[in-house]
């Protein structure tokens, strides 16, 4: 499947991917700002998030609120997200509706700073408190999204801190910050814009620079501190914790070539092979075989810069502790590290990876946020249309180099959440302690 | 700094708001309908999009129909089809279908066992293949089927420390009557799910799972003549062993007393209220840092006449980001994160309720708006604005709820299983657009009842009891995790 691609930039730097698809009368706008929680300076983690809310509390010609509104009574879908790299804003509308969409996009660009008030910002920062109580302090294992990347990155790496931020933080967040950070970051030469669906692309282009052309140009984003990290974590790094939880799972994360990166691909498929659906080794073992997990699973962060991590996560039976389900993955991990993987476990991760691919391309939605992916990454959003070749590149010789090199026991880092009942507080204590040593050295 | 004094940092003046271009024509994607001589329906949409094909093979055996005593049944039958056939063991029918580049997920909802693919075009044969080795031959070792009870006994257990998962189960539990199936959980309990043998799960296959009770749905790229032949080379050709079930299926739905089949039925509707007086009940979990809160009651069958005027009015209520309860709970108050209302839609009444997650401090005053809100939907006629934002949203996005392959099977699977018109996805954008003030003022009337909600809120008992107990909404019950009344409550 090749999907068609046009791009152009307009002078204040504005990136514009356009992909046209007549097949249904909707059209998708999707934003990617090159900022996320990694451009966050000390003291204010959780700061890229809180401000993609206020994204959505209107701008000079916007009222609070009406951003959702208008979206949706234009019959539309609608939202934002915020990640360790960047943050993303995206509709989906009928096609009719197309410049609504990017006079709003481009209306709070442009001009958000004249809407942002005292009371909106107080009232986000406590609806955000409320999503971190949801998503993290109420929730079992929910710690776990902000102590892995903790884990895994050395405390100085822009990946190492919270995404959803601590409640000091946010209390500490002032509008003072929503300017400095809207007039660094939410800058047209920061950004991508991609258009994909239903919609004539001279018009298109017409309506993006009326609309975009007059926002000035930012002065330039700071540069981030140094991402790089050696391959392997040198040594392995563990971390227990007793939680509010009823059976112990573990996350166990390695090091991993960055996302679109040659590399990349084959540390994917060997992800897959771990951890993607019941024909997957973590599951056929674990869970089939030795029924020692309930669920196993693996994944990529799928970061672009430094390093990124590949992550099994597996949930344990009832009568099975934290300990010995720690024990049955190594056996698995042992195993690959040492033997490598055969041509039919590619074959069989490679087709699962591309019906996927092409199951959610089927979204404008999907189509335009994959199409700003690759050009705020790559600057090359025509990347989308090689995905599937370089899935099928992938030889078994290839992800066995990559089992070799990064499954080792000195590129481990475990974390067990175990129940708190039945846990030993002091060994957990000693094991922080451990692990904040072994994280100084990088 | 006061960011409202700063001017506008653009040297010209903002273009004005763009006034929508003319709507472009969309239909839902045509379909055809055919039926095999042994019984087994067909419904294929042909959308030549992507080359993919998304199949749904439908059999009348969902949760509804488990026996008394067995609830899980139909839900451990279902997964039991894919862990091994009379041919094949479950680990290699798990990496041949894998090989094929999809999954197949067989599980069972409320009203129907599914087993669903999405597979490229060229795989759809072989794809077919093994959806009928499953479906028509399953061997149901005992080895699996004893794993898939101990995984959902870990699902059990892991649901006490969920709070989410744990306030869903206690309303459901609340809203309905002590026996009705609905109070009790879609995969069963921890002792139901103990109860459940092999014998079980090969008599509940042999009377549930027959060509009669069966439609295959396609969507995607292929002719109808084509997944005729595909899919009549396979599901064509199925015989059905043992007899089938003693009545019909449809029995169960009724609202009177009814003679035991195979197995022995509840003694009440799976959808008998509770009861009747509005009460509230704290599930413990001790320093919770918010409270998650379910308020409702019983709500409606799929095929009530007033679905659509009840659709627009839980729009207005609490159905959209911009509706009253999100509003009112998020923006104005920052109780939470957000807040919704809904309706879960199944053959028999299943609940309405309004969800939330709201902090500690703030459980009864939450609860206090959210029963005002639904007062207020009652006592006046929604405004002109609400009301087209409601129906513009439901009717502009309708095509984007269709833009997949799956999406559009199972558009197509619930208008086989709630027999729904065959023009319903048609008509759909006119029926919304026909509703009016009134039609959303007399839904709210007839079908929500203040004085009959439960209203369920876990989290931190000690804190929240006394304030909850001060609104007067009804006598507060305090349980443990796992659901038992606590002595004090």
Request: net charge negative.
């Amino acid at each position: 499947m090749q999907i068609p691609i046009e791009t152009f930039r307009l002078p204040n730097g504005l990136f514009v991917t356009l992909s046209e698809d007549h097949t249904a009368p909707l059209v998708a706008v999707n934003l990617w700002y090159h900022v996320g929680s990694a451009n966050e300076r000390a003291g204010r983690t959780g700061f890229a998030h809180l401000f993609e809310h206020m994204l959505f509390q209107g701008s000079e010609n916007v009222g609070a609120n009406e951003h959702f509104e208008l979206v949706q009574r234009a019959g539309g879908t609608l939202n934002g997200s915020t990640w360790l790299d960047r943050t993303n804003y995206f509709e989906t509308v009928p096609s009719n509706q197309l410049a609504l969409a990017l006079w709003l996009e481009a209306d709070r660009m442009g001009r958000l700073l004249p809407a942002m008030t005292q009371q909106k910002l107080d009232t986000q920062r406590d609806v955000v408190k409320n999503e971190r109580r949801w998503s993290v302090d109420n929730q079992p294992y929910g710690t776990w999204w902000e102590r892995l990347p903790a884990l895994a990155f050395p405390e100085t790496h822009p990946f190492h801190h919270s995404l959803i931020g601590s409640m000091e933080h946010l209390t500490a967040a002032s509008l003072d910050d929503v300017a400095a950070f809207f007039a660094t970051y939410y800058t047209p030469d920061n950004a991508v814009l991609s258009v994909a669906g239903d919609f004539d692309p001279a018009e298109a282009r017409t309506t993006i620079e009326r609309f975009f052309g007059p926002i000035p140009r930012g002065a330039g984003r700071p540069p981030l501190p140094p991402m790089d990290v050696p391959p392997v974590f040198g040594a392995p790094r563990r971390q227990v914790v007793p939680d509010e939880v009823m059976l112990p799972r573990l996350f166990l994360a390695f090091r991993s070539p960055p996302f679109g990166g040659d590399a990349y691909y084959a540390a994917s498929v060997c992800g897959a092979i771990l951890g993607m659906r019941k024909g997957s080794r973590l599951h056929r073992a674990l869970v089939r075989d030795r029924q020692v997990a309930a669920e196993a699973n693996a994944f990529t962060y799928d970061l672009a810069k430094g390093s990124d991590l590949l992550v099994a996560d597996v949930v344990a039976r009832p009568e099975v502790s934290g300990e010995r389900l720690e024990a049955e993955v190594a056996v698995e991990i042992d195993r690959l590290h040492r033997d490598g993987v055969t041509a039919d476990e590619v074959a069989r991760a490679v087709a699962l990876i591309e019906t996927d691919f092409l199951a959610a391309m089927q979204s404008a939605s999907e189509r335009a946020d994959q199409l700003s992916r690759f050009a705020t990454y790559f600057g090359d959003p025509s990347l989308v249309n090689v995905q599937v070749a370089k899935y099928r590149a992938v030889t078994a010789a290839d992800v066995t180099a990559f089992a070799r090199e990064r499954l080792g026991v000195e590129n481990r880092a475990t974390l067990l959440f175990v129940p708190k009942a039945d846990d030993d507080e002091r060994r957990a204590t000693s094991d922080e302690r451990e692990v904040a040593t072994l994280a100084g050295r990088d | 700094m006061s960011l409202d004094a700063r001017p506008s940092p653009l040297a010209v003046p903002a273009p004005p708001r763009p006034a929508p271009a003319p709507p472009r024509p969309y239909r839902f994607p045509p379909f055809e309908r055919r039926r095999f001589a042994n019984g087994v329906g067909l419904v294929v949409a042909p959308v030549h999009k992507l080359p993919l094909v998304s199949v749904i093979v439908l059999v009348d055996a969902g949760a509804a129909s488990d026996p008394d005593g067995r609830e899980g049944l139909a839900q451990i039958t279902a997964k039991g089809l894919a862990e091994g056939t009379s041919a094949t063991d479950g680990a290699t029918l798990a990496d041949r279908v894998e090989r094929l580049g999809t999954s197949l997920d067989t599980h069972a909802d409320w009203d129907t066992a599914l087993l669903r693919v999405t597979v490229s075009r060229e795989r759809m044969a072989e794809a077919t293949a093994l959806l009928g080795e499953v479906l028509l031959a399953p061997a149901f070792p005992e080895r699996e089927l004893e794993r898939l009870k101990g995984e959902r006994q870990a699902e059990i257990l892991a649901q006490r420390a969920e709070p989410r998962g744990l306030a869903d189960e206690m309303f459901d539990r609340f809203a309905y009557a002590e026996s009705a199936r609905y109070a009790r959980p879609e995969g069963g309990s921890a002792e139901s799910v103990a109860a459940i043998g092999r014998d079980d799960v090969v008599r509940f296959y042999r009377t549930r799972y027959r060509p009669e009770h069966t439609t295959l749905v396609v969507a995607g790229d292929v002719t109808v003549d084509d997944a005729e032949r595909l899919i009549g080379d396979v599901f064509g050709v199925w015989a059905a062993r043992g007899a089938p079930p003693g009545e019909e299926v449809t029995a169960k739905y009724g609202t009177t007393r009814h003679p035991s089949d195979a197995f022995g039925v509840a003694s009440l509707p799976i959808d008998a209220p509770a009861r009747l007086t509005r009460a509230v009940h704290v599930v413990a979990k001790p320093d919770a840092p918010q409270s998650e809160l379910r308020v409702g009651h019983v709500g409606l069958k799929r095929l009530h006449p007033d679905y659509f005027p009840v659709v627009v009015m839980n729009a207005v209520l609490g159905g959209l980001f911009s509706s009253r309860i999100n509003l009112n709970l998020r923006e104005a108050h920052a109780y939470t994160y957000g807040a919704h209302s809904g309706y879960d839609w199944r053959r028999a009444a299943g609940p309405f309720s309004v969800s939330t997650a709201v902090r500690s401090d703030v459980t009864d005053a939450a609860a206090r708006e959210i029963l005002h809100e639904i007062d207020r939907i009652r006592a006046q006629p929604v405004g002109e604005e609400e009301l087209s934002l409601a129906t513009s949203y439901l009717d502009g996005v309708f095509p984007i709820r269709y833009e997949t392959t799956a999406a559009i099977a199972s558009a197509l699977a619930n208008l086989v299983l709630y027999k729904l018109p065959e023009d319903f996805y048609d008509a759909y954008r006119g029926q919304v657009r026909g509703v009016t003030r009134d039609d959303v003022l007399a839904a709210a009337r007839a079908h929500l009842y203040p004085e009959r909600l439960q209203i369920v809120a876990v989290g931190d008992a000690a804190a929240i009891r006394a304030p909850l107990e001060a609104l007067g909404f009804g006598h507060v019950h305090v349980y443990d995790a796992e659901g038992r009344e606590t002595a004090n409550g």
